[in-house]
């Protein structure tokens, strides 16, 4: 017997025409400030508390800050709302979960505990036509409440792809963390679609990496023949085709919407503040946008160069801070 059609209705007194989507934030104390950059590159502002509603849809999997995604479908005042609402769910033969967020902003004696939040749950699962299923369900649905009212949709939870992309096969110490890289990247190309973007002193690879696993058009480029060919290697063993290519960035003749440079060997190496400001100046000849990464001080040397700077963030590790300056 054919299951019947499953039937998700989205429209009522409590739905917006716009849609609109719940993002739950996680970040250590030491990268709040390069999280906040990224939230202002990929939503325009940014939110002190672990939630942040836009109608701007992106995958929650991109962002290393981010932990969930909830599609709104209904929204109301009070619970029974979304009591009331859910019963226009039919799933057929389809089975669900029903997931309240941990992350919301309840405080204080409107917390909601372990047990009363699994017995919403199952509550709402009651007002649902379908099968619930807490191990491997065909539909997800997330419940939160924010800022006094109750939300509840589609479901979907952040897959940590950076961290696979921590075993890379040639690495070394002084490289971008790949948490650090990928929001580096959103920072660069919070719209990837049509954006052509360099890497002029790639290193191994890590900013490349993120930004392709993200569907960002990225090439890249080292002066160091030892470094490059270690990021093609790298590149390849993510399955990844983007070219590497060997020289200085003086010799670069295309023009790109964005470039990422990473100069972490300022703090490490004996590089001149010559040879940093003539990579600044034709990171800015060859770039409409440019996304600087240091570990020191450049803000002289950025005007210097002819760049604007338009937004920072910073992620403090060790003894030093990293530096993440948007410049146009």
Request: glycine share 6%; hydrophobic share 40%.
């Amino acid at each position: 017997m054919q299951a019947p059609a499953c039937k998700v209705p989205v429209k009522d007194d409590y739905t917006l025409n716009i849609p609109e989507y719940i993002y739950t934030y996680a970040w250590p104390e030491e990268e709040v400030s390069l999280c906040q950059l990224e939230m202002r590159s990929l939503f325009g502002f940014i939110t002190k508390t672990p939630l942040l509603k836009s109608s701007h849809r992106i995958d929650p999997s991109r962002s290393p800050f981010i932990r969930e995604r909830i599609d709104i479908m209904y929204e109301g005042d009070r619970l029974d709302d979304i009591l009331r609402q859910v019963r226009q769910i039919e799933l057929g033969e389809d089975t669900f979960k029903v997931i309240f967020v941990k992350t919301n902003d309840l405080t204080g004696s409107s917390r909601i505990e372990y047990d009363e939040r699994r017995a919403i749950e199952r509550e709402i699962g009651l007002h649902i036509e379908g099968e619930a299923d807490v191990n491997r369900p065909d539909h997800w649905f997330g419940l939160v409440p924010m800022e006094g009212r109750w939300y509840f949709g589609r479901y979907h939870k952040s897959t940590a792809v950076w961290l696979h992309h921590m075993k890379k096969p040639r690495s070394y110490s002084i490289a971008l963390s790949t948490r650090v890289a990928r929001a580096a990247a959103n920072i660069a190309v919070p719209e990837p679609k049509g954006v052509r973007v360099i890497d002029p002193c790639c290193g191994i690879g890590t900013v490349m990496i993120e930004a392709l696993s993200m569907g960002i058009h990225i090439v890249g480029r080292d002066i160091n023949p030892h470094i490059a060919k270690g990021a093609r290697e790298n590149l390849a063993h993510f399955g990844y085709d983007a070219p590497v290519t060997l020289g200085d960035i003086a010799d670069i003749k295309e023009h790109y919407d964005v470039a990422i440079v990473d100069m972490p060997y300022n703090h490490f190496s004996k590089a001149t503040q010559a040879a940093q400001l003539h990579i600044l100046e034709h990171a800015r000849r060859i770039a409409d946008k440019v996304v600087l990464i240091s570990v020191e001080s450049m803000d002289e040397m950025i005007t210097q160069a002819g760049l604007i700077e338009k937004d920072r963030g910073a992620v403090r590790k060790g003894g030093f801070i990293r530096q993440v300056i948007v410049c146009g």
